[in-house]
């Protein structure tokens, strides 16, 4: 029988021979035995290891307290590394930021029960917007000797496991040799070309420490597919004879085009297409680019949704057609036809009278972009291009308007301040002069910010749209914390989104990230109090009648650095400044109007299926044809 330090200095020994070589295949072509004794717990950390998954975000508990251990001896050894975390949403996030901004697959440990179920609402995120990350929460045992305190009481099997798999995809490792099956499964999962999201490993407290021989070498690595595209030509010269044809084409850029940059300009330089934005695809055709009409959709814009309704044929690339970006549905009103790439069959087909262009955004737009050059198919497009111009001007002087706004007189703040839009303005111009990242958490700073954001890359906004996460922007910081090479980055949050998710105020300093959040604050969930006045004329519950100082909230925590963005465009200028300098983590406040003054907000300019414009919204919807 073997004593705890034999067992642990067992553990250590592999760890140090992995840190040693560099990683598990280097470790054994130096003479690690391919099969070992372990634990589940180390082999889980071993096997993520070997797909390159070696950060892990974590709050411990009873649930688990086995893959802890294992992670300290890791991590002490220089294999791992952890970080602990205040709050199971944030942490869900900062692993999706992570995942999403520098590209790594991280794991979030949690605790059984209640921990484990705020870490699965968060990875609503990570769903919704398509980001691979493993989610490992711990799980009742398996002998079944009783209730185990938190697990979801009811005398049923695997709760955890279904509830999960509704989400995304899990395993319950009620086998410990099931954790090569189920790595092979998540590392699809975590990592699928065009449909990744979160991959729950739900790990019974008792199989944590129980024992299993491993073979080493068979753990799965990363999968690298290859890209795919349509095999003959046929259906991509239809496509361009399509184009060729029409003279109103319009492309939608979806939230898939994100890092396809080059193709989507190739394509709609050759298709002599204006190039309608997600929230999520801001930056994919540089913002100066005349053919870039910003976004379309249900908050859209004056271009992006003309573009939209006037177009006779849709181009859609990586798109999933949610409600918000083409209005419900009724977004194209002229529209006959759709070609649509994308590599996901269900939402390639999504509209009717398709021609589906199946496959890597990249590979596909590229050859169709060929055919469209040799066949001269911007011939007839001169009128349409040079009425989208105008539109996109019209837009431009009307955002202008609304960036050069004075200070407004606010009931709440009882003296003038600035509207939303020139604030937010003002931050995301510093922003691109100091080449940070931008997270925008949800309500009208979200809708506000990808009305506004002048984006010429892919990557310099992360919006989480998929989901409308409130807390998310300020929590997605928290993933430089562990990244490779962290890039600065600015939060712009809402008042209502900050106080979901305060807890990186803490978590930022203890694990040294550099950024900064900027709080829009109007007192109120505004883009809530906008809707309800919207549709019913009459605010109901969106604010409430407690001041908070934020600037001695955040400086309450050691390390911290907060400022008044004050009331005017160069107060805030110079605070950006100064909390830039702050070599940390910083916190602007920024008090911002809330009231029905047209120039503090950016209109609305699609239609949605919500409230009481279902009526209307679905009325159209029936008797069009897409
Ligand atoms: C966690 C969560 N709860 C509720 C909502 C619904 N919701 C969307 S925006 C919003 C209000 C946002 O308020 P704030 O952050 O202050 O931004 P503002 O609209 O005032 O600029 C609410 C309640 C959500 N998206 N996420
Ligand atoms: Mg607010």
New binding site residues.
């Given amino acids: 029988m073997l004593t705890r330090s034999d067992s642990e200095s067992a553990v250590r020994e592999r760890a140090r021979a992995v840190a040693k070589a560099g990683g598990i295949e280097q470790a054994l072509a130096k003479g690690l035995p391919k099969l070992i004794e372990c634990s589940l717990s180390e082999a889980l950390v071993l096997g993520l290891l070997k797909q390159g998954v070696r950060k892990y975000f974590a709050i411990f508990g009873h649930g688990s307290t086995d893959l802890g251990n294992v992670l300290r001896i890791y991590e002490e050894e220089g294999v791992t590394r952890t970080i602990n975390c205040r709050n199971e949403v944030e942490m869900a996030h900062a692993a999706t930021a992570l995942r999403w901004q520098y590209g790594e697959v991280s794991a979030v440990v949690t605790s059984i029960g209640p921990g484990a179920m705020q870490a699965f609402a968060g990875s609503l995120a990570a769903a919704s917007n398509g980001v691979g990350v493993y989610h490992i929460y711990g799980d009742e045992t398996t002998f079944g000797e009783g209730y185990n305190m938190q697990q979801v009481p009811k005398e049923e099997q695997g709760l955890f496991g279904r509830m999960t798999a509704v989400m995304g995809q899990s395993y319950v490792l009620h086998t410990p040799e099931g954790v090569r099956d189920a790595l092979r499964r998540g590392a699809l999962c975590v990592n699928h070309p065009y449909r990744a999201g979160p991959f729950y490993l739900l790990l019974p407290l008792n199989a944590q420490p129980a024992k299993l021989t491993v073979n080493l070498a068979a753990l799965p690595v990363k999968p690298e597919l290859p890209k795919l595209a349509p095999a003959d030509d046929k259906v991509i010269e239809q496509a361009a004879a399509m184009i060729a044809k029409a003279s109103k084409v319009t492309i939608k850029a979806g939230g898939g085009t994100r890092g396809h940059d080059t193709a989507v300009r190739r394509l709609a330089e050759a298709a002599g297409a204006p190039v309608v934005l997600s929230p999520g695809s801001t930056g994919v055709l540089p913002d100066a680019h005349p053919q870039n009409m910003h976004v379309g959709g249900s908050k859209g814009s004056i271009s992006g949704n003309y573009a939209m309704a006037e177009a006779e044929l849709v181009v859609v690339i990586g798109s999933r057609a949610v409600c918000q970006a083409d209005c419900s549905g009724i977004g194209y009103k002229n529209a006959r036809a759709v070609i649509n790439i994308n590599g996901d069959f269900a939402d390639l087909t999504h509209y009717n009278n398709t021609t589906g262009l199946p496959g890597d955004i990249g590979a596909v737009a590229s050859r169709l972009a060929a055919k469209l050059e040799a066949a001269g198919a911007t011939r007839n497009k001169k009128d349409w291009l040079e009425t989208c111009a105008a539109k996109k001007a019209e837009w431009a002087a009307y955002k202008r308007k609304r960036f050069m706004c004075a200070p407004l007189r606010d009931e709440v703040w009882q003296k003038p301040v600035l509207p939303q839009p020139a604030a937010i303005k003002i931050v995301a111009d510093f922003a691109k002069q100091i080449s940070a990242a931008k997270f925008f958490d949800a ?3 979200q809708a506000n910010g990808f009305q506004i954001v002048e984006d010429d890359r892919t990557g310099d906004t992360f919006t989480e749209a998929g989901a409308s996460y409130m807390g998310f922007a300020a929590s997605a910081l928290l993933g430089s914390a562990l990244a490779d090479k962290p890039r600065y980055g600015i939060a712009f949050c ?4 900050f106080m979901m998710n305060p807890q990186i105020l803490i978590d930022a300093v203890e694990h040294g990230v550099r950024g900064m959040i900027v709080i ?8 809530i109090t906008g809707l309800q006045l919207a549709q019913y004329r009459q605010e109901f519950r969106t ?1 409430d009648r407690v001041p908070v100082d934020y600037v001695r909230l955040a400086s309450a925590v050691a390390g911290v650095f907060a400022v008044s963005g004050g009331d005017s465009a160069d107060e805030l200028r110079t605070a950006l400044k100064k909390a830039y300098a702050h070599n940390g983590f910083s916190l602007v406040h920024v008090p ?1 109007y ?1 009231g029905s003054d047209e120039l503090a907000g950016l209109g609305a300019w699609g239609e949605w299926n919500v409230g009481n414009w279902c009526e209307d919204v679905q009325g159209a919807w029936i008797k069009q044809d897409l």
């Fill in positions: 309500g009208d700073v809402g008042d209502g989104s829009f604050d109007n007192r109120r969930m505004a883009a604010n911002v809330s």
